[in-house]
Nanobody, 121 residues
Framework: QVQPVESGKGLVQAGGSLRLSCVASGSIFSINAMGWYRQAPGKQRELVAV???????NYEDSVKGRFTISRDNAKNTVYLQMNSLKPEDTAVYYCNEGYYSGGYYYDGRNWGQGTQVTVSS
C-alpha cells in the first residue's frame, strides 16, 4: 500500500469511547513519527496527537487526558484511543506519516483517506 489506512469510524454518544487504527504504508520502523489529525466541517485540519518512533507522545490541549496515542510495531499500526468523547470531537480523523523534531511535528506526504467520528449530544 502507498498510504496509511485508517479504520474505526463510528457514531457514539457523548461520554463514550472509540478506538481508531492506522496501518502504516510501510515498515513502521522507517517512520520517524506518526500523527493523528482531524477536520471538522468548516474548520481547518488540526493536529490532535503525535507519537515518535521512540514512543514520545504529544497532544493537542483539548484532548489531553482523554485521548491516548499508542503504537504496535509488530502490527505496523498506530492507535488513537478516545475516551470521554464530546460533540466537538466530531470530525474526519486522518493519519499521517511525518517526523518530529525540536518539539514540532512536520507532516509528511502520506495521508490516510480519513475516517468519520461522530459524537452525539
Amino acid at each position: 500500500q502507498v498510504q496509511p489506512v485508517e479504520s474505526g469510524k463510528g457514531l457514539v454518544q457523548a461520554g463514550g469511547s472509540l478506538r481508531l487504527s492506522c496501518v502504516a504504508s510501510g515498515s513502521i520502523f522507517s517512520i520517524n513519527a506518526m500523527g493523528w489529525y482531524r477536520q471538522a466541517p468548516g474548520k481547518q485540519r488540526e493536529l490532535v496527537a503525535v507519537i515518535t518512533s521512540g514512543g514520545v507522545t504529544n497532544y493537542e490541549d483539548s484532548v489531553k487526558g482523554r485521548f491516548t496515542i499508542s503504537r504496535d510495531n509488530a502490527k505496523n499500526t498506530v492507535y488513537l484511543q478516545m475516551n470521554s468523547l464530546k460533540p466537538e470531537d466530531t470530525a474526519v480523523y486522518y493519519c499521517n506519516e511525518g517526523y518530529y523534531s525540536g518539539g514540532y511535528y512536520y507532516d509528511g506526504r502520506n495521508w490516510g483517506q480519513g475516517t468519520q467520528v461522530t459524537v452525539s449530544s
